[in-house]
């Protein structure tokens, strides 16, 4: 049985589509760092390209997520496991995350 670190090194590549003030987004965030899962993130607000991309994606909303080539609009915890190929590990749930905005927000 593969380590859990060989298994995350496996996985794939994650992309997260956000914006600058979005809770959901920051929510995502802190779940996968909390569980020290790397991935490449682009804010829509900052970049017109990253804006453009996120489009031609398909994206609707944020967060969106590319995880190993296929899509994922909002965050499920479950999905997410599944699309990134390791077993879901243990820790709170994402929806036991408290949702606080990022600071600066209204």
Same mark, same amino acid.
């Given at each position: 049985?593969?380590?859990?670190?060989?298994?995350?090194?496996?996985?794939?590549?994650?992309?997260?589509?956000?914006?600058?003030?979005?809770?959901?987004?920051?929510?995502?965030?802190?779940? %996968?760092?909390?569980?020290?899962?790397?991935?490449?993130?682009?804010?829509?607000?900052?970049?017109?390209?990253?804006?453009?991309?996120?489009?031609? %994606?398909?994206?609707?909303?944020?967060p969106f997520f590319? +995880?190993?080539?296929?899509?994922?609009?909002?965050?499920?915890?479950?999905?997410?496991?599944? %699309?990134?190929? +390791?077993? +879901?590990?243990?820790?709170?749930? +994402?929806?036991? %995350?408290?949702?606080?905005?990022?600071?600066?927000?209204?």
């Amino acid at each position: 049985m593969a380590s859990a670190s060989r298994a995350e090194s496996e996985a794939g590549e994650i992309t997260l589509f956000s914006q600058t003030y979005c809770a959901a987004c920051e929510v995502a965030k802190r779940y %996968l760092d909390s569980r020290q899962v790397p991935y490449r993130e682009y804010n829509i607000s900052e970049s017109q390209t990253a804006h453009r991309y996120f489009e031609k %994606l398909g994206g609707r909303g944020t967060p969106f997520f590319i +995880v190993n080539n296929k899509r994922m609009q909002g965050f499920d915890s479950q999905r997410f496991w599944s %699309l990134y190929g +390791v077993p +879901v590990p243990d820790g709170p749930s +994402v929806e036991a %995350l408290p949702v606080t905005p990022p600071p600066g927000a209204r």
